[in-house]
């Protein structure tokens, strides 16, 4: 266990739905990053937050949106839901926003889209 | 915007073998230089990692190499296990932690 929690860790929903993906970082740790894996693929970085504000930003699309808590747990809202957005979404957390930090993953939500 | 190109994309070495993946990165304010390790369905973990004013670090098996004025580095596997198959992530940061697209190794028996 890294200590990065991640709920669900398993989802199977229909296109054009939404869902909410969880991420509760490492005790201590005050950013948080999510990461999109698809097949294959490596990991796209999304968006980064550091003590509940948007610290960095990647290519995140538009209809998925995030936000990082006072009590700084982090939810990943991904909406009007196409097959291609079926991956593995990773949240990882650091001790800060910036410089030399380690990310600590968490074991993933793997989002299936039918 | 930042791009980390990692090569090669799938490599096969004999166990007992060296292992070699490179990467290059386009920001020349990236100053942190970390490798990570995704054994099937796991979860990625940081190797070993390197600084922007260091040209080498070593951990036992396990070397990365910085160079800076190519802005390129590499991670250097000796005496390959079985347990050393698994995918490699190299990422380099500025603002953003970047990852390049992987390297799948596999280790021949």
């Known amino acids: 266990d890294s200590g990065v929690t991640q709920t669900p860790k398993h989802l199977i929903t229909a296109t054009g739905q939404r869902v909410t993906l969880r991420c509760s970082p490492r005790s201590g740790d005050l950013s948080v990053y999510w990461y999109q894996q698809s097949l294959d693929q490596g990991l796209q970085f999304l968006i980064q937050?550091?003590?509940?504000?948007?610290?960095a930003k990647g290519n995140i699309l538009e209809r998925f949106s995030a936000q990082q808590f006072p009590d700084l747990h982090s939810e990943l809202n991904l909406s009007s839901l196409e097959l291609g957005d079926s991956a593995l979404y990773f949240c990882?957390?650091?001790?800060?926003?910036?410089?030399?930090?380690?990310?600590?993953f968490g074991a993933g939500s793997r989002l299936t889209v039918l | 915007g930042e791009n980390v190109e990692q090569h090669p994309s799938t490599l096969s070495v004999q166990e007992g073998d060296s292992a070699v993946i490179k990467c290059t990165y386009s920001d020349s304010a990236s100053n942190y230089f970390p490798w990570y390790k995704q054994e099937l369905g796991k979860r990625p973990q940081l190797i070993i990692d390197?600084?922007?004013?260091?040209g080498e670090k070593k951990d036992q098996r396990i070397a990365v190499t910085l160079n800076k004025t190519a802005k390129h580095f590499s991670l250097h596997i000796t005496e390959t296990q079985p347990e050393d198959s698994a995918v490699y992530f190299c990422?380099?940061?500025?603002?953003?932690?970047?990852f390049g697209k992987g390297t799948r190794l596999h280790i021949l028996p």
């Open positions: 990422a380099s940061r500025d603002d953003k932690i970047i």
């Open positions: 937050y550091y003590n509940g504000e948007e610290r």
């Open positions: 390197i600084r922007s004013n260091v």
């Open positions: 990882a957390s650091s001790q800060t926003g910036f410089g030399a930090n380690v990310l600590t």
